[in-house]
């Protein structure tokens, strides 16, 4: 690797003095809080990871007034924690905020699946199919990353078909802290949504079945919660029987 950069060094000539191949461009606030975003987003990340400002200013070669912009943003979206005198954490809720995530979800998301099939749309369709064959594809290549974000991001998909600023804003905003919670809190293998709910939902959606799409979203969401560990810990470990049995 070092010997390529140094060829690579040695063929720069003073006939090409405007390009920089070692200096990446220069990226603004948006463009970096996105690749954060996206990296927490599928668990390249985990939570509660420290986010500190001159390291990230290092690796994107911007100064570390820029990285405060950006961690402030990406705290208003709660993908981070500024604590006072320590720095940046990527956030990590807690058991009771991730029963009222799905609480709030259970509302929610019915009302937006009954709407979106009074809205319905060729367009719309074409976007939900078009969505689930990017699911699809990612399965197929086992990309885990691109499963987890893609999984969160068909719900906001739903929100955004429905044409609500506020309902968007707020299934993003839940949306990204399932994600967070699912970091955390996973019992089990299961990292995203299950395979074919969202074939499921989008089926029920298209033929119209507000029935059976709502009671679906709903069995979804139960799925999603019940394969996390969140049942509270409240029974200290008994260590002296731990170790003392026979
Ligand atoms: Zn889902």
Redesign the pocket.
């Known amino acids: 690797m070092l010997d390529m950069q140094l060829k690579a060094s040695d063929n720069t000539t003073d006939d090409v003095p405007a390009r920089t191949p070692h200096k990446p461009r220069d990226l603004g606030p948006s463009e970096i809080a996105d690749k954060l975003y996206t990296a927490i987003l599928e668990h390249r990340i985990p939570p509660g990871t420290k986010l500190a400002e001159g390291r990230l200013a290092t690796i994107f070669s911007v100064n570390r007034a820029r990285i405060r912009e950006v961690l402030a943003r990406l705290a208003h979206d709660l993908v981070v924690e500024l604590v006072p005198h320590q720095g940046a954490y990527v956030a990590k809720p807690t058991v009771q905020d991730a029963r009222d995530v799905f609480e709030a979800r259970r509302l929610i998301e019915p009302f937006t699946v009954r709407k979106l099939i009074t809205t319905l749309t060729d367009r719309t369709k074409t976007q939900l199919q078009q969505h689930l064959a990017r699911e699809e594809e990612a399965r197929r290549r086992h990309d885990q990353p691109s499963i987890i974000r893609l999984?969160g991001e068909?719900?906001v998909l739903l929100a955004e078909l429905v044409e609500n600023s506020a309902l968007l804003r707020t299934t993003r905003e839940l949306s990204t802290q399932t994600c967070l919670i699912i970091s955390l809190y996973s019992a089990s293998t299961t990292l995203s949504?299950r395979a074919d709910?969202?074939a499921c939902i989008v089926h029920a959606i298209t033929e119209k079945d507000e029935k059976s799409a709502v009671e679906l979203i709903v069995r979804?969401l139960d799925h999603i919660q019940e394969s996390l560990a969140l049942d509270p810990v409240d029974t200290e470990v008994d260590l002296e029987a731990l170790f003392t049995q026979d």
Do not use: N, R
């Open positions: 999984s068909f719900h949504c709910e969202h979804h």
